[in-house]
């Protein structure tokens, strides 16, 4: 049976992680995951909702130590985090929560692990390469959260196959001199991937922070000495961009959650003198490719990793992915490399033409004044007589209904131009910058309600972090 070793770091003060100036060396991380192993309760699952990057690192890895399975939730909002404990019910919940977790029997806030902040344990143990890591999950945007088993030599494959990828070890440079600022959370599999493990095989190190608001961004960043390397998703980004403060040098940003537009990826490069590279995967195969998004539209697969077409639809297998379909339409150059044309449930079709709802919102985030929206299609009426249009939800506080129109009317054929179109203070996106289906369709519903009650559509610009929502 062969085995990976917990991380890759080779001397026990090297740096594993960073906390507003604090410095975590790995043989304080390996002692304090350890101690944490030791105090578990008995349970087949772990369930980590830590937000702390620190605290969620230690407890993945202490789980692992003691041979259990990590349970990634999807978000940290008590109703999925009691689904979840309700759907496996041999689970120990790990949290930073003072409050006593009242839905859930057995429960470790991280104010009780114990683990003294000077010791040290060396060397670092393996874990076999069979080993169910972890279960990740969906993130609810096209429906109901699925589980995804994650073994640990495929995670651990995944995270050496996305350095590469990434060109963090070009021209000889030293990977400990990596530092990953994450602002999506690590319980998502691109966070968990790229802001963890990535770090923990790197070798490299992590910001602990979970920041989100362009402030908490710049402050981390600023905090950070090395090569900072920034894993975000493009609403983060276009945030990031439209605020007034300068940012602290970037080696690299990576993005991944959603498409990237070239314009943005450009004014990122411009403004900050930095590389901008995005990820596309799925919770359900893993990482697949990569690219450099100003370079153009191709996509080049990590290595090992083959896409080839199975019937309707793309697979694909080879290296460290689970093999599996794709959710996207793409175009073939060739086994490693392609174009994304879309994704494959996303083309409407009003009067008689078709369109990609991925390009129309596409569109509309590219209008000067437009924050944030979504175009989508709403739930189907049984009873209507007349052909359904889509419908928007709009952050556009400098905009007037009008000025967004001839906007997209300059950009969109009039019969997918969205009727109604609403404007709201913000999206419902999770802490990955998704927009979860059903809270994007409550949220317009309610929205519609307060439109047909007279309210005034909101013209004052919010700002709300993404895991308030």
């Excluded at 030293?174 to 959370?185: E, F, I, K, M, P």
């Excluded at 945030?239 to 498409?259: F, G, Q, Y």
């Excluded at 403004?271 to 191709?298: D, H, I, K, N, P």
Aim: proline share 7%; glycine share 8%; aromatic share 6%.
């Amino acid at each position: 049976m062969t085995s990976e070793l917990l991380i890759a770091h080779r001397v026990a003060s090297a740096r594993i992680a960073v906390r507003d100036g604090e410095f975590f060396s790995a043989g304080r991380f390996v002692a304090a995951a350890q101690s944490l192993a030791q105090q578990l309760p008995p349970a087949q699952y772990v369930l980590n909702s830590c937000r702390d990057r620190y605290h969620f690192a230690v407890a993945f890895c202490a789980a692992l130590i003691a041979g259990r399975t990590s349970l990634l939730p999807p978000s940290r909002t008590p109703e999925t985090l009691a689904q979840l404990a309700t759907r496996y019910p041999d689970t120990l919940y790990l949290t930073e929560e003072a409050a006593d977790i009242v839905w859930h029997k057995t429960s470790l806030p991280a104010r009780k692990w114990r683990c003294d902040a000077h010791t040290n344990a060396w060397p670092a143990p393996s874990i076999a390469r069979d080993h169910g890591a972890a279960i990740a999950f969906t993130s609810g945007s096209t429906g109901e959260p699925q589980p995804q088993p994650k073994t640990w030599g495929g995670i651990v494959d995944g995270a050496r196959a996305e350095i590469a990828a990434l060109h963090l070890n070009d021209s000889g440079s030293a990977l400990n001199d990596v530092v990953l600022v994450g602002t999506v959370s690590p319980q998502h599999m691109y966070g968990f991937e790229s802001t963890v493990m990535m770090a923990l095989q790197g070798p490299c190190a992590f910001a602990a922070e979970h920041p989100l608001h362009p402030d908490e961004v710049i402050a981390v960043l600023s905090r950070t000495s090395g090569r900072r390397v920034l894993i975000t998703a493009p609403v983060h980004l276009r945030a990031l961009v439209e605020s007034a403060h300068s940012m602290p040098a970037l080696n690299r940003v990576v993005s991944a959650t959603a498409p990237l537009t070239s314009e943005l990826a450009q004014r990122c490069e411009t403004l900050w003198s930095t590389q901008v590279f995005e990820v596309y995967g799925c919770t359900e195969t893993g990482m697949v490719a990569t690219r450099r998004t100003v370079e153009g539209t191709l996509w080049t697969t990590m290595r090992d990793v083959k896409i080839e077409q199975s019937g309707d639809g793309f697979r694909a297998h080879g290296g460290h992915v689970q093999p599996g379909m794709l959710a996207d339409r793409l175009r073939l150059v060739d086994a490693s490399t392609f174009e994304l044309e879309g994704r494959a449930d996303d083309i409407v079709n009003i009067g008689g033409k078709r369109a990609s709802l991925e390009g129309l919102n596409r569109a509309l985030l590219s209008i000067d004044g437009v924050v944030d929206g979504a175009i989508f299609e709403p739930p189907s009426n049984p009873g209507a007589t007349r052909e359904q249009r889509l419908m928007a939800l709009v952050v556009a506080p400098r905009l007037t209904r009008a000025e967004l129109l001839t906007a997209l009317r300059a950009q969109v054929d009039p019969v997918f131009l969205p009727r109604p179109l609403l404007w709201v203070d913000a999206l419902p996106r999770n802490s990955q910058g998704k927009l979860p289906k059903g809270e994007l369709l409550m949220l317009a519903e309610r929205s519609l309600h307060g439109a047909s009650a007279g309210q005034p559509s909101p013209r004052k610009r919010v700002f709300r972090t993404m895991d308030s929502i």
